[in-house]
T-cell receptor, first 114, second 116 residues
Framework: GESVGLHLPTLSVQEGDNSIINCAYS??????FIWYKQESGKGPQFIID?????DKRQGQRVTVLLNKTVKHLSLQIAATQPGDSAVYFC?????????????FGIGTKLQVIP | ETGVTQSPTHLIKTRGQQVTLRCSSQ?????VSWYQQALGQGPQFIFQ???????GRGNFPPRFSGLQFPNYSSELNVNALELDDSALYLC???????????????FGPGTRLTVL
């Protein structure tokens, strides 16, 4: 399949370890932050989101942390598995004039070492 | 899977030609957004349609246009293709936001457009 993340920052982790993927955002008006996973040849897949009035949200094996003071978002994946290998994008969403404008970050490639 | 489909999977065009890409939204979703994803980059917002009307647009020229149909299928049209239009084109469907529900976007697999 085609490569989504040719020149993206890469994070390599051992299978079973925890992964932390970081993201900086820029728009103070963003009300929602979303993490997407994109595997080669596929569209982005929703993982988890967090409202701007929260600082932490947990899902199944994933946790998102939001620090509005420094405009920083992180995705923690517990017990990383080979199937977690993909490019991960953070996205910020702003509602503007009745529509939602979603702005994606540059992405981080996660490589899981068996 | 997300229930969002796109066609064709791959497409090759030459500079100056016109192209139409198609998207079938998840059942019941009344909002569709289109994105352009260049190789090695994140998706960039092109525009959004709600109830068959464009209600938001990113930084793309007018030669990028769209249609949304009552059955929630949609099209992205690009006229006068340029080499830089080569990219993966993604559609994402969602419900319109209300305070009672999420408007999370669900993406299709994309159409890979190559302009020669």
């Amino acid at each position: 399949g085609e490569s989504v993340g040719l020149h993206l920052p890469t994070l390599s982790v051992q299978e079973g370890d925890n992964s932390i993927i970081n993201c900086a955002y820029s728009n103070s008006a963003s009300d929602y932050f979303i993490w997407y996973k994109q595997e080669s040849g596929k569209g982005p897949q929703f993982i988890i989101d967090i409202r701007s009035n929260m600082d932490k949200r947990q899902g199944q094996r994933v946790t998102v942390l939001l620090n509005k003071t420094v405009k920083h978002l992180s995705l923690q994946i517990a017990a990383t598995q080979p199937g977690d290998s993909a490019v991960y994008f953070c996205a910020e969403r702003e509602r503007s004039g009745g529509y939602q404008k979603v702005t994606f970050g540059i992405g981080t490639k996660l490589q899981v070492i068996p | 899977e997300t229930g969002v489909t796109q066609s064709p999977t791959h497409l090759i065009k030459t500079r100056g030609q016109q192209v139409t890409l198609r998207c079938s939204s998840q059942s019941g979703h009344n909002t569709v957004s289109w994105y352009q994803q260049a190789l090695g980059q994140g998706p960039q917002f092109i525009f959004q349609y709600y109830r068959e009307e464009e209600n938001g647009r990113g930084n793309f020229p007018p030669r990028f246009s769209g249609l949304q149909f009552p059955n929630y299928s949609s099209e992205l049209n690009v006229n006068a293709l340029e080499l830089d239009d080569s990219a993966l084109y993604l559609c994402a469907s969602s419900l319109a936001w209300t305070s009672a529900r999420t408007d999370t976007q669900y993406f299709g697999p994309g159409t890979r457009l190559t302009v020669l």
